[in-house]
């Protein structure tokens, strides 16, 4: 059974970073395409970014955060982080991690992933 376990949410001020990690408890990572969502009270779940598996490697943003997010993996440590900077307020929501076990290349909406963990919350006052 795979498990995600999300950590490094917290409570930050508007224009700060976090780093948020998703532990994977897998035997590699490699073949996972792995995503990022957040979902706020009252709306629905929100794709962030994704990135694909080590042997078709790239990534993909919401245009939102493009340019403010980043997603990368270590193989290592059979973990994803995903760095949020200059947050706004209105991103305040609990962030999960996702893995598809296909391995897509164009995974985005939240039925293309498998697994997912419990989530973690951010929330960012301004």
Known sequence: ?????????????????????????????????????????????EFLARINTWYNRGTYYKDSVKGRFVIFRDIVKNTVYLVLSDLKPEETAVYYCAADEHGGNYSQKAGDFDYWGQGTQVTVSS
Do not use: I
Request: charged fraction near 20%; include cysteine; aromatic fraction near 6%.
């Open 1 to 45: 059974q795979v498990q995600l376990v999300e950590s490094g949410g917290g409570l930050v001020q508007a224009g700060d970073s976090l780093k948020l990690s998703c532990a994977v408890t897998v035997r590699t990572l490699n073949t996972y395409t792995m995503g990022w969502f957040r979902q706020a009270p009252g709306k629905e779940r």
